[in-house]
């Protein structure tokens, strides 16, 4: 056999065997009282993951399962008007149109997405319709309003009045270019560990604020805007949506925890992954939050201002997310 062939027999095997382990080894940690799974958790981005966190938590707490949790978390920002990032009230395009983006994934990675969705309040409910009622996992633009009609969503007007007016003062002065910048874009990812071990997660966003119309982000992508995987753990971003769909940042962060690194320090990897592949990440900002099994927790993001939120049965508490630069 020759020696590159060998190596790579003797990394799949390497491999198997520390995937497969590491299950086992929090099943023997948990026997011998050694690391104690934290549990029921609920984590979310930014400071609206506190109330979103807060509606999670009445799931949790009643031993209701992370992905009803995490599918009436996120539905807290999205029918806030407050909230210009998240759902109704949020920025629109360049277009003065709101489109939202979301998806949603499961502890049997069943996910559903919905991206380019224009009128429906609550894209992660109909990103749970796509994935409980449909053989597919994503639907967009029009296809993805039909579909929620025919669910029963209603149609509404999202642009509320405040949005409106802050898109015609931009107008004013953007000669109509799609921002780039650190600070115009705040999606709410939640991650959830429920009371019988099981992960879920949801993402949602109204986007990059005067992005072109038709831009979608990483949110609604599986792998890059979120991914669960229920032996693992599962992770979410927020930030400059294209970075993250280069990297597939989401999957990144899981696969490096599978490798055995905490979630913070996942994260922290994934960002420098982010730093490296780019020329220029003055203007870049990208935070990942992580969740594993046993119930840990951390983010990391590139530039200081990123924070997250989090409910365990300690209490709820804000947390600044580390960063690099
Ligand atoms: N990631 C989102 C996007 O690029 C924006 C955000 O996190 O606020 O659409």
């Known amino acids: ?30 026997s011998l009282g050694k690391k104690a799974v934290n549990k ?6 930014w400071d609206h993951g506190m109330p979103a966190n807060d509606a999670a938590w009445k799931v949790l707490s009643q031993k209701g399962n992370a992905l009803d949790a995490v599918e009436a978390g996120v539905r807290v920002p999205e029918g806030d008007p407050r909230v210009r990032t998240v759902g109704y009230g949020g920025y629109p395009d360049r277009e003065g149109k ?52 025919s669910k029963g969503f209603q149609k509404e007007n999202l642009l509320t009045p405040e949005s409106e007016k802050d898109w015609k003062e931009w107008m004013k002065e953007s000669k109509y270019k799609p ?50 995987d229920n032996e693992v753990g599962a992770a979410t971003a927020t930030g400059l949506g294209e970075a993250v769909i280069r990297m597939v940042g989401s999957h990144l962060v899981v696969e490096l925890m599978r490798q055995g690194n905490s979630p913070e320090k996942a994260c922290k990897l994934a960002v420098e992954r982010i730093i490296a592949k780019h020329k220029d990440v003055s203007d870049l900002q990208v935070g990942f939050i992580a969740l594993n099994k046993q119930g840990e927790y951390g983010g990391y993001c590139i530039h200081k201002g990123f924070n997250y939120a989090v409910h365990t049965n300690s209490g709820k508490k804000l947390i600044d997310g580390k960063y690099k630069l």
């Open 98 to 149: 709101v489109t939202l983006d979301a998806c949603i994934m499961d502890k049997d990675s069943n996910c559903g997405a919905v991206a380019f969705l224009q009128h429906i309040k609550h894209p992660i409910s109909v990103a749970r319709k796509v994935m409980e009622d449909t053989p597919h996992v994503m639907l967009v633009g029009e296809g993805a309003l039909q579909f929620a009609l």
């Open 179 to 228: 921002v780039i910048n650190i600070e115009n874009h705040d999606t709410i990812g939640m991650l959830a560990l429920d009371a019988n071990g099981d992960l879920a997660g949801a993402c949602t966003t109204s986007g990059a604020s005067y992005k072109m119309h038709g831009r979608v982000g990483d949110s609604p992508i599986i792998g890059a805007g979120l991914f669960v």
């Open 1 to 30: 056999m020759s020696s590159r062939r060998k190596f790579l027999k003797l990394s799949a095997l390497g491999t198997t065997f520390l995937s497969g382990l590491y299950p086992i080894e929090q099943a023997f940690a948990g």
């Open 40 to 45: 029921p958790v609920v984590i979310s981005t």
